[in-house]
């Protein structure tokens, strides 16, 4: 439904997005994660026609971005991190006004905007102003905005940016029962969110798309190898890894930071097929390094975002 090809963005020379590619089914749930600045907003203007592309293409269902933004834009409902919302409007007020300015039928603008607001949890606020509801209100004021016409593709960035954990699962909700119907992308920084609300997940850094998979195929790939732990008082960094890196079974070893002088911490990313932590104090053991501490820690999904957009 979704085909995006080579697709980049520049401000001036600075690349904000360089040359993705992705396709996205009907009916996925597809998460775009990255850390703050890696380029999924820009992205997601980009899908939208907000921004237009410096190179790349574009094509929703039959249309091309360059030559059918208009259709592309009609398919497209687009809720941005904060909702573009008039709080001085009634939340009632609010929903007519957007039916009416998106074309919709006098005699069916009150059924679907009901429709809405039973999706969305409205119906004790349908009354109040806008200005007074919480930021977690108005993300539902924001989400029944979006889905006003109906649109096919659902494009949501950051929806639960700055809620409360109630909040969060109630829009977490919504958006798993929109998803039922419709082609849903959302942006976000929160692995935990994506997981549970996402069929599957783009990981982005730095304007490239790092991972690109199920959120079932990330969870086996975490069960594939584990880290072990090792910090040290005193200990060459040079002398220990060449010692550490006979161990068989270790995939790579990487200095970690502390604050502690003369501390040598290092974590050992090692094969899920057989523990190694034998062999690796056997090893300390003919040293005469000060181990100070010494643990495994088992890898998670969280541990797979962190090494993919963290500096080496």
């Not at 573009?84 to 007020?93: E, F």
């Not at 109630?170 to 419709?182: N, V």
């Not at 040290?232 to 040079?238: H, Q, R, S, Y």
């Not at 070893?253 to 104090?281: N, P, W």
Request: net charge negative; glycine share 6%.
């Amino acid at each position: 439904m979704i085909h995006v090809e080579n697709l980049s963005k520049y401000y001036g020379d600075f690349c904000a997005v360089d040359q993705i590619s992705f396709d996205i089914e009907k009916g996925e749930i597809v998460g775009l994660l990255g850390p703050n600045g890696a380029g999924k907003t820009t992205t997601l203007r980009m899908l939208t026609g907000y921004f237009k592309p410096t190179s790349g293409l574009i094509h929703i269902k039959d249309y091309s971005i360059e030559d059918s933004a208009l259709q592309i834009k009609r398919l497209i409902g687009y809720l941005p991190e904060s909702a573009p919302l008039y709080h001085n409007m009634l939340v009632y007020d609010y929903l007519q006004f957007i039916a009416d300015i998106r074309g919709l039928d006098k005699e069916k603008s009150r059924g679907r905007i009901m429709e809405l607001v039973d999706l969305c949890s409205l119906n004790q606020i349908m009354h109040r102003s806008i200005g007074e509801l919480s930021k977690g209100l108005n993300q539902r004021v924001g989400l029944a905005h979006a889905m006003m016409d109906d649109p096919e593709i659902l494009v949501l960035d950051e929806p639960t940016s700055g809620l409360d954990p109630n909040q969060i699962v109630e829009i977490r909700d919504i958006i798993k029962e929109i998803g039922k119907e419709k082609t849903v992308i959302l942006s976000t920084h929160i692995l935990s969110e994506a997981e549970a609300t996402c069929d599957r997940l783009v990981i982005i850094n730095k304007g490239k798309i790092v991972a690109d998979d199920t959120t079932r195929a990330l969870k086996q790939r975490a069960n594939e190898e584990y880290t072990l732990h090792v910090s040290f008082k005193g200990a060459p960094l040079t002398e220990v890894e060449d010692a550490l890196s006979q161990v068989n079974g270790i995939k790579r070893i990487k200095q970690a930071e502390t604050d502690e002088k003369q501390m040598l911490h290092l974590k050992l990313t090692c094969f899920s097929d057989h523990d190694i932590r034998g062999e690796v104090y056997s090893t300390i053991r003919k040293t005469e390094w000060e181990l100070m501490e010494f643990y495994r820690e088992t890898e998670s999904l969280e541990n797979i975002f962190r090494e993919l957009t963290t500096e080496v």
